[in-house]
T-cell receptor, first 116, second 115 residues
């Protein structure tokens, strides 16, 4: 297990198209997080899963965004009808339950989305 | 709600020198964690150092140390004997010690180590 993997690394799409990103967390990590990072800003929380359950969604996550984590393993983040304002780096991170370990998150390398 | 402020957008320092990055935060919680993350150009974010709010002793990891002032809500990062590989964006982050443990990040400091 080499860490958190995200695919694709880069995505260029036309406005109005749908895109889907994938995240494969560290296998024993039961928590998975999605963040969005725009240029010159720190990452902002979007949503998180504990196993397969999506437990919180940020107000940043509009109705055009949906995330899933079937079977509590990999996760997908879909953006429908993309807008130019969706252009950002989408980061995935995973962690153990803090009751087990407090070593914090492991981040993936991110998916950079450009909407043209 | 928690906020994290990093007031230094960019810093540069000569190789082998010491540099301190500033971070302040605002919270009404008493039980929380603070972190410094490093994000090298086009590479993933990695954890540099973490501090539990209930610990008075400042955390240290090799050349990296923090100055945690709980009453002042200040959490600065000191990098000693800076190396070219320290060139990166550095983010200060906060999370409470309950609930979903989501991180709240500052806007970052771009640090450049000059050879």
């Amino acid at each position: 297990d080499t860490g958190v993997s995200q695919d694709p690394r880069h995505k260029i799409t036309k406005r109005g198209q749908n895109v889907t990103f994938r995240c494969d967390p560290i296998s024993e990590h039961n928590r998975l997080y999605w963040y969005r990072q725009t240029l010159g800003q720190g990452p902002e929380f979007l949503t998180y899963f504990q196993n397969e359950a999506q437990l919180e969604k940020s107000r940043l996550l509009s109705d055009r965004f949906s995330a899933e984590r079937p079977k509590g393993s990999f996760s997908t983040l879909e953006i429908q009808r993309t807008e130019q304002g969706d252009s950002a780096m989408y980061l995935c991170a995973s962690s153990l339950d803090p009751g087990i370990s407090n070593y914090g998150y492991t981040f993936g390398s991110g998916t950079r989305l450009t909407v043209v | 709600a928690q906020t994290v402020t990093q007031s230094q957008p960019e810093m540069s320092v000569q190789e082998a020198e010491t540099v301190t990055l500033s971070c302040t935060y605002d919270t009404s919680e008493s039980n929380y964690y603070l972190f410094w993350y490093k994000q090298p150009p086009s590479r993933q974010m990695i954890l540099v150092i973490r501090q539990e709010a209930y610990k008075q002793q400042n955390a240290t990891e090799n050349r990296f140390s923090v100055n945690f002032q709980k009453a002042a809500k200040s959490f600065s990062l000191k990098i000693s004997d800076s190396q070219l590989g320290d060139t990166a964006m550095y983010f200060c982050a906060f999370r409470v010690n309950f609930g979903n443990e989501k991180l709240t990040f500052g806007t970052g400091t771009r640090l450049t180590i000059i050879p």
